[in-house]
Nanobody
Framework: QVQVVESGGGLVQPGGSLRLSCAAS????????IGWFRQAPGKGREGVSC????????YYDDSVKGRFTISRDNAKNTIYLQMDSLNAEDTALYYC????????????????????WGQGTQVTVSS
């Protein structure tokens, strides 16, 4: 069964950190560009970061650049999103997904190219 499962979300105070995980089963994350996305209440889904297995390149939205870091662990077939210096604007449901058309990210991400969406993990930044 092909699926991804996101985890690691939670409630954190402003300035805090979280590490999200995206674990895949039924396929290898190394075969596709992997994106992290988020959706805040009342807003559309937006791209946050992307990892290209083809060359290891990474991409970030300007709003998270310098604060978030995407990485992978092939042995665990897992992609991570380390999130530091969190603020209230980062509050959202975070998803990962695989771009079945590419091993190298396009930026900005073309959301309709992504498949195998998980259920998401909630990140809430609040004091």
């Amino acid at each position: 069964q092909v699926q991804v499962v996101e985890s690691g979300g939670g409630l954190v105070q402003p300035g805090g950190s979280l590490r999200l995980s995206c674990a895949a089963s039924g396929f290898f994350l190394d075969d596709y560009a992997i994106g992290w996305f988020r959706q805040a209440p009342g807003k559309g889904r937006e791209g946050v970061s992307c990892f290209s297995p083809s060359d290891g390149s990474t991409y970030y939205d300007d709003s998270v650049k310098g604060r978030f870091t995407i990485s992978r662990d092939n042995a665990k077939n897992t992609i991570y999103l380390q999130m530091d210096s969190l603020n209230a604007e980062d509050t959202a449901l975070y998803y990962c997904a695989a771009n079945l058309m590419r091993r190298k990210c396009t930026w900005p991400q073309i959301i309709h190219e992504y498949s195998y969406w998980g259920q998401g993990t909630q990140v809430t930044v609040s004091s």
